[in-house]
């Protein structure tokens, strides 16, 4: 595929896919989120059920992630499968997610390992969730429980997926509408330093093993100001991204994870305009998003090595994919050539899989049927692949 005037990337480069332990493995039914799918009068439109029936089926994924080129995988552990009940760390999930790791070494993939990705153990919820004041210290304790797990060969891992977004959750009282500004409430300032503390805990967990890189994934907005509303797109943004770039200053990496933009007005954020074109999640086709949301984390949190953790669109036409990561790749090349340190770029997601509520917003590289639990690899994974093996980007065609 490339030729001499591709775009390379750094030697040992990590190229590869996300997933999410509740929206890929099926039945994870101690977590709060299920709980919440199955609750009277529920406001999910539609249950995980058995989602991708991935806990059984991992091997494969893997297997078909490898073979595609790819040299890291991220997916994450259920704390509510490993802690189901206080205190109770299940042995026999653990040598779950212990397979799962020595499958991946096998395969010769980069295992990075997420603690947590939204879902909690329901006993956990009860107790009051991120709001409850022991919340940081149940957080730690987990990490200790998992241990196990990384010791099998885990250089990476993420304490918190987005703690930016739980805090916008934690904001409201009725739960999100939509995982981007414009349909979010305010994030919770309780909530917000309950998840610093809880990421500075469990890192500090991490840090007495040796040989853990650890750091969490924010969700960058790439906010744009009307004009005129400057200092309103600033104070609208300041508590949503950079209070948890910034906290993110010493950590061993951060991960940056980039959909779309969001236009903030007199009154505050807005939803896209009715003319540009939308992905299956409503959000606007942006991928210039990966590149302001690296560079703006590179510049608050001051150094960290950045990993772009999530990146990609909710679409049918695998093409239009193809065209957005390409997009987004050759921004982020630039962010890079401009001094900026990425470790590696990882696509969301794997799979399509179960999205908060709906299996509809087809996020994967790889498609799943709902019937049978059949993959099939789509085009873009291929096209995808073949850049981490080569570890070069086509230049852009001039239009």
């Not at 001499?4 to 929206?23: V, Y």
């Not at 040299?71 to 490993?82: H, K, L, M, N, P």
């Not at 010791?151 to 509408?177: D, F, H, K, L, Y």
């Not at 049978?372 to 980007?393: M, Q, Y």
């Amino acid at each position: 595929m490339p030729n001499e005037d591709a775009l390379s990337f750094p030697d040992g480069f990590l190229w590869g896919a996300a997933t999410a332990g509740h929206q890929i493995e099926g039945n994870n039914v101690n977590s709060d989120y299920w709980h919440r799918e199955y609750a009277p009068g529920t406001d999910v439109p539609e249950p995980s059920g058995d989602a991708c029936d991935s806990y059984h089926r991992y091997r494969e994924d893997i297997a078909l992630l490898a073979g595609l080129g790819f040299t890291t995988y991220r997916f994450g552990i259920e704390w509510s499968r490993i802690e189901p009940a206080p205190g109770h760390v299940s042995r026999a999930e653990l040598d779950h997610y212990q397979r799962m790791v020595a499958a991946c070494h096998e395969a010769g993939l980069t295992p990075m390992v997420t603690l947590n990705h939204f879902t909690v153990p329901q006993w956990m919820h009860a107790r009051g969730w991120w709001w409850d004041e022991a919340a940081p210290e149940l957080f730690a304790g987990f990490t200790e429980a998992a241990l196990p797990v990384l010791r099998e060969g885990v250089e990476w891992v993420c304490t918190i997926n987005e703690p930016n977004i739980v805090a916008c959750i934690a904001g409201s009282q009725e739960g999100a509408a939509n995982l981007v500004a414009h349909g979010l409430a305010r994030p919770s300032a309780r909530v917000s330093e309950q998840l610093v503390r809880a990421h500075r805990l469990s890192r500090e967990v991490l840090a007495r093993e040796g040989g853990i890189r650890s750091g969490w994934a924010v969700a960058t907005q790439a906010i744009h100001a009307l004009p005129g509303s400057e200092q309103v797109a600033r104070d609208y943004s300041r508590p949503m991204e950079e209070f948890f770039l910034e906290a993110s200053r010493g950590d061993d990496w951060l991960g940056v994870q980039a959909y779309t933009r969001t236009f903030v007005g007199p009154d505050g954020p807005l939803p896209p305009a009715d003319d540009v074109e939308k992905t299956l999640t409503g959000w606007e086709y942006f991928p210039d998003a990966l590149a302001i949301g690296v560079r703006n984390a590179w510049s608050h949190a001051e150094g960290v090595p950045i990993v772009v953790t999530e990146n990609g669109i909710a679409t049918q036409d695998d093409n239009r994919r193809v065209d957005y990561t390409r997009d987004a790749l050759h921004g982020l090349h630039e962010a890079m050539s401009d001094g900026i340190d990425v470790r590696g770029y990882l696509h969301w997601s794997a799979l399509d899989n179960y999205e908060w509520g709906r299996y509809s917003p087809t996020f994967g590289l790889i498609a799943v049927d709902r019937k049978t639990f059949r993959r099939t690899v789509k085009p873009s994974a291929r096209w995808l692949g073949d850049i981490a093996r080569h570890n070069a980007l086509p230049r852009a065609v001039a239009a």
